[in-house]
């Protein structure tokens, strides 16, 4: 499918931002991650003045609603399908639109 050169820059813009919001939800469960390694082998430890018995649970929560936040998120947005595990395609393996500008 041909795209005139404003439809490709709005699709890259799009690619930009969704790329951004992916790094951002990225971000947070670092810690949250460490946190859990930390007290794992501790059963009445206390990260952040937080319990261990809360830490677990809510890192699953967190898993899984940033594993459905990638799903919606991580799509191509010209074609609507999942873009993988690559933090940052060149192009949609699905579609083959260019996600990035030619350098
Ligand atoms: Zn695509």
């Known amino acids: 499918m ?5 439809q490709q820059e709005e699709i890259q813009q799009l690619f930009v931002l969704r790329r951004r919001r992916q790094i951002l939800l990225a971000i947070p469960l670092v810690p949250i991650f460490i946190a859990v390694l930390v007290i ?5 430890a206390a990260v952040f ?6 830490w677990g649970p809510a890192f699953l929560v967190l898993a899984i609603g940033a594993l459905l936040f ?7 947005p010209a074609c609507g399908k999942y873009l993988g595990k690559a933090i940052s395609p060149r192009f949609c393996a699905k579609c083959g639109v260019a996600l990035q500008p030619d350098r």
């Open 2 to 6: 041909l795209r005139t050169p404003s």
């Open 40 to 44: 794992r082998d501790q059963a009445d």
């Open 49 to 54: 003045g937080v319990p261990s018995e809360i």
């Open 70 to 76: 990638s799903l919606w998120n991580w799509r191509c």
